[in-house]
């Protein structure tokens, strides 16, 4: 069970609390009735988890991807990875920790590994600025790319970011251009590059490291030119208004699958990644290796055109 509950899951929360007390009262006295009840309890639990997951509007899967216990940059990094060699700093200005990335090992093949960490711990979150990256963070991930493009390696990068750092700080070093570059340059690769959406994606500041040759997203993940309560500020002036605006978003990988602007949703267990964080780290760690295997064969100049088109055809579709 997670430690933390949604407020949607509250009827859940209360069944799994019974749950665990009964399993309590089961060690001391396990009678044939506290068994019973308690096999019915986790049917009945397992029940609405699932039908409250099948039925999530895109407010419930926005708070969904930004669920705590949710599984981070960190921990796809620790079970994907092997031999991970952290480099850190842009040459430039300094080292920002909202964006992680270095070498590794994936499944036995050398690679650039690129990615946004939000922190779990107040102190930790606080060191990576909460996953929104100053930048530095940028230009940090295109020192990076092009060190696999001199070396031939391909690049994976993992969004999780409600967007870039706003702040003075950000726009006095900028923020505006550094995007823009590392955008760029994640376009002119002549190596493959696989992006997959693991939590937020949130305006620039994710598609900075997320224009790939295959975009990949997390089922319960959510990928948007602005947070739902931004959106909401603009079009309503109300904040309060995030859940009006996350419908009309269409942030959500069931919505953008459709739309092509992702390429595939991984799904992730019941009630969500955090509910099992080994199982939705395996089903993503598949669906990337299947997508570096359909790249493998295309030459630099077939990546490049592949991406071009991927992109500019977005939208398109029904104008002529």
Known sequence: MPQTYLDFEKPLADLETKIAELEAMSHQDGGPQIKDELKRLKQKAARQLKETYAALTPWRKAQVARHPERPHFSDYLDQLFDEFQELAGDRVFGNDEAVLGGLASFQGQSVVVIGHEKGRTTESRLRHN??????????????????????????????????????????????????????????????????????????????????????????????????????????????????????????????????????????????????????????????????????????????????????YTIGREGLN
């Open 130 to 311: 909460f996953g929104m990256a100053h930048p530095e963070g940028y230009r940090k991930a295109v020192r990076l790319m092009d060190l696999a493009e001199r070396f031939g390696l391909p690049v994976i990068t993992f969004v999780d970011t409600a967007g870039a750092f706003p702040g003075k700080a950000g726009e006095e070093r900028g923020q505006a251009e550094a995007i823009a570059r590392s955008t760029e340059r994640c376009l002119t690769l002549s190596v493959p590059i696989i992006s997959l959406i693991i939590g937020e994606g949130g305006s620039g500041g994710a598609i900075a490291i997320a224009a790939a040759n295959k975009v990949l997203m997390m089922q319960h993940a959510i990928y948007s030119v602005i947070s739902p309560e931004g959106c909401a500020s603009i079009l309503y002036r109300d904040a309060a208004k995030a859940k009006d605006a996350a419908e009309a978003m269409k942030i959500t990988a069931d919505d953008l699958i459709k739309l092509r602007i992702v390429d595939k949703v991984v799904a992730e267990p019941v009630g969500g990644a955090h509910r099992d964080p080994q199982k939705a780290i395996a089903a993503a760690g598949k669906a990337i290796d299947k997508a570096l295997s359909e790249l493998s064969t295309l030459r630099p100049a077939e990546l490049k055109a592949q991406r071009r088109d991927r992109f």
